[in-house]
């Protein structure tokens, strides 16, 4: 048994896993799904990103976890693989869904084209927040207009301080034991910084046939993803 903490991207919360606890539950494994500072029942929050990092670690030690499976989604690759460090030997396995990584010093706008003003003046715009988007962003990702609208209708406004702060690691990323699951209809290839992590012994590449939000468009085969990871 391992102890699965699922933390979704920018904007969603705990309840972007609805579809996901009941497999790896089935299995018979702990499931701990997490809304971050900020978000969903969380909203309103000025959250920094070394704000999401401790909720991610203080999860952990608050329900005793060990064995712990650490699922990062989209933006929450970046807080979960700080706290993959700092949970240390709690740690069994750190699982990327179409994320992006921490890169020590660099923050989540750092490698956008424009450095990321464009979000940056966003936030500005709108209370310290990163604002939704239209139905329209999810186009193309293998969704079905239902899982579009729920989307839609759980997302929230982001708090904007944890995409811009830099991230802050103890060591290289590349020594964590962990599978990086690329969604192909968001990109046939890994990012360079991934693709660089991916050279590692302890690094595990996985293709899923989808979009970026596979927790909605394919649970199941989420699911035995992440089954697979933990057993390794």
């Not at 693989?81 to 869904?97: C, K, P």
């Not at 329209?136 to 207009?145: A, I, M, P, S, V």
Request: charged share 20%; net charge negative; with cysteine.
């Amino acid at each position: 048994m391992v102890n699965f903490v699922l933390v979704a991207g920018a904007r969603l919360g705990a309840w972007a896993w609805d579809e996901v606890v009941p497999y790896l539950r089935a299995a018979g494994h702990g499931v701990y799904p997490l809304t971050l500072s900020g978000l969903a029942d969380k909203r309103g929050v000025l959250a920094g990103q070394q704000t999401h990092v401790q909720d991610i670690v203080a999860e952990v030690e608050r329900q005793g976890l060990r064995d712990v499976v650490l699922v990062g989604h989209s933006y929450s690759g970046i807080p979960v693989g700080q706290a993959a460090e700092r949970i240390g030997d709690r740690l069994a396995r750190v699982v990327f869904v179409d994320s992006s990584v921490p890169t020590d010093g660099e923050s989540f706008v750092s490698a956008w084209p424009d450095g990321g003003a464009g979000v940056k003046a966003s936030i500005a715009k709108n209370g310290g927040f990163w604002p939704l988007v239209p139905a329209t962003h999810y186009d193309g990702e293998g969704l079905t207009d239902e899982q579009i609208a729920r989307l839609v209708r759980g997302s929230t406004p982001h708090p904007g301080a944890t995409l811009t702060e830099p991230a802050v690691l103890a060591g290289p990323l590349g020594e964590l034991p962990a599978t990086y699951i690329q969604c192909l209809l968001a990109g046939a290839e890994p990012d360079d910084d991934v693709a660089e992590l991916l050279n590692s012994k302890h690094w595990q590449l996985v293709k899923m046939d989808t979009g970026h939000w596979p927790m909605f468009s394919q649970p199941r085969e989420l699911a035995q993803i992440l089954l697979d990871a933990a057993g390794e």
